[in-house]
């Protein structure tokens, strides 16, 4: 049987090799140049599109330079390389993925299937299952529909998720499904882990603005101005923009509502499980147990040039490998990636701008799956037995471990009905995404602003299933892409459908067309997709109102 299986995998990964004849779409003509995309059935794909020149030598931690275009014409017909990113030490599924597939209720061979394929993916170059990685990642991915309806499209911008560390704008998210919608899809890469966040004193004193990091936020902007310049070219509107993104590109939503360099860039805004709460690092100051970004980045300097004292030369010059790195590599530091609160991009937490009102007038929507932490808290947890005071240990691990443990939380997790492992991987999953969407959603409201809150709850269709409305997971129904054999049944099918409809309706008339409603802080209900679509009252309702009042009444200096 093993050897059948392996002769399987080689016949199917074969003949999915064979080279496409692309179908060329017509020329794009831009101020940087030409551009031909391919075009498949009634979608036309314009992919690996530089927004800014490459952050390279002399503009490696600078902020983003406008792309100063091309000779000739441009195929962009393949995605670009992923942005420099860390490694994860665990072959090419990796964790993550790994628990996807393993908690999913596959049939044994099918996850021999998609585990023995993927090794032998890696081998086929023409399918680019693991692309390369490279300093050169600014590039931009355009999806949209053949036939453009009179007047211009919706437009909306993703920005993946990773933790800040990881991920791209490509593969998964290369989908029509929101072209069949009427809408223009632009997926970007944006520089991640130090390259995109590493702050130092050196860096800020050479920067106009006396500031260095946040280049990955930047980059974020820099790619919403090249939209708002040349998305008319393709036949969308640059007057209604809406972005959103899932996890890191969720919180990534966030703070482009609270800076004020984003204003007028877009005009809705979907933060999908985002968590900018607790995420308070300041540019020259220690918040609570948090060192400054500057003496972090002072930190990993060392770190990557291997000197005590590196020179601006030293930072610019090291090989891009240098900044490939395991966790393992500094588990007694203090290194973390995310936006920095430096007065310039960011004159406050990203919470702080929600709960006074200092965030840009756009429409609204917030999110976050009930099952959160099954993929993400094992991703975290050394897998030693828990403490005996396992809901300290848990609140610990959250982004609101900055304020002590409040007596709500801990009766809430005391009332959990599962064994320690899972209560702590759902207490987990609810305190980091859950907490993080309500108070954002609510505060978005109570100041006066058009807000939306959704819950999601679909769960894999097997019966063997482990994962529930995991971390990521509604990301298959958006984009239309989920793992092979993965279990999908009419009711699935129904959720993908609603979710496209949902979200493309935002883009287009800034509201959902469905029985969905505001949110309303004073009857805080959310749409549910699940098993049953419904609006009803938030699950969990009371943790999450807590959690509110906890940080209104503590976290104000966060």
């Not at 693991?130 to 453009?148: A, H």
């Not at 900018?276 to 540019?283: M, N, P, Q, W």
């Not at 004292?309 to 090989?319: G, H, I």
């Amino acid at each position: 049987m093993k050897y059948l299986i392996s002769i399987l995998l080689v016949i199917t990964f074969l003949s999915c090799s064979q080279e496409e004849t692309l179908t060329p779409t017509k020329i794009v003509s831009l101020k940087q140049g030409d551009l031909i995309g391919y075009e498949k059935e009634d979608t036309e794909y314009f992919l690996g599109v530089p927004y800014a020149e490459a952050p390279v030598n002399d503009f490696r931690f600078k902020t983003p330079q406008s792309h100063e275009g091309w000779d000739g014409i441009l195929y962009a017909q393949s995605t670009s390389k992923t942005c420099i990113q860390a490694q994860e030490g665990d072959g090419l599924l990796g964790r993550f993925a790994e628990i996807f597939i393993t908690s999913a209720g596959l049939e044994w061979w099918q996850e021999r299937l998609i585990t023995d394929g993927s090794f032998l993916l890696s081998y086929l170059p023409d399918l680019n299952l693991s692309p390369e990685q490279s300093e050169d990642c600014l590039y931009l991915n355009i999806i949209k529909p053949k036939k453009l309806e009179n007047g211009s499209l919706p437009v909306m911008v993703w920005i993946h998720g990773g933790g800040y560390r990881g991920g791209d704008g490509g593969g998964f998210y290369i989908s029509d499904s929101f072209a069949k919608e009427g809408i223009i899809l632009v997926t970007i890469n944006y520089r991640l882990g130090p390259l995109g966040f590493m702050a130092h004193p050196l860096l800020s004193s050479e920067s106009p603005k006396k500031v260095s990091g946040n280049y990955g936020t930047l980059d974020q902007i820099h790619a919403l101005k090249w939209v708002q310049a040349n998305i008319h070219k393709f036949g969308g509107d640059p007057n209604n923009v809406t972005i959103f993104g899932e996890s890191a590109g969720g919180a990534s939503v966030e703070t482009l509502v609270s800076t004020g360099l984003a204003k007028d860039l877009f005009h809705k805004a979907i933060a999908q499980s985002g968590y900018t709460v607790g995420r308070a690092r300041k540019l020259t100051e220690r918040v609570g147990e948090f060192s400054s970004a500057e003496e972090m980045g002072a930190s990993f300097a060392q770190f990557f040039t291997g000197k005590d004292n590196p020179t601006l030369e030293d930072l610019r010059s090291a090989p891009a490998n240098a900044f490939y790195y395991e966790d393992s590599d500094h588990e007694d530091k203090d290194w973390s990636w995310f936006p920095i609160q430096d007065d310039w991009v960011f004159s406050e937490t990203t919470q702080a701008s929600f709960t006074k009102g200092n965030t840009n007038d756009i429409i609204y929507v917030a999110g976050f799956n009930a099952n959160e932490g099954t993929n993400l808290f094992p991703l975290i947890y050394s897998g030693d037995p828990l403490e005996e005071d396992w809901i300290t240990q848990v609140w610990n691990f959250s982004d609101f471990s900055f304020i002590p443990l409040p007596n709500e939380v801990k009766q809430y997790a005391e009332n959990l009905d599962y064994s320690a492992l899972r209560a702590a991987k759902e207490l987990y999953g609810d305190l980091s995404f859950g907490g993080d969407g309500y108070l954002m959603a609510s505060q978005y409201a109570k100041n006066g602003g058009d807000s939306y809150l959704y819950y999601f709850e679909k769960t894999p269709s097997s019966e063997n299933q482990t994962l529930d409305a995991t971390h990521g997971l509604e990301l298959f129904y958006l984009f239309q892409s989920p793992i092979p054999f993965w279990p999908w049944n009419y009711k699935d099918i129904r959720v993908s459908r609603v979710m496209i409809k949902d979200w493309a309706n935002i883009a287009k008339y800034g509201k959902p067309k469905s029985n969905w409603d505001k949110f309303d802080p004073t009857s805080p209900k959310a749409m549910h997709f699940g098993n049953e679509i419904e609006f009803k009252e938030l699950q969990k309702i009371d943790l999450y109102q807590n959690l509110e009042k906890v940080y209104l009444r503590e976290g104000k200096n966060y």
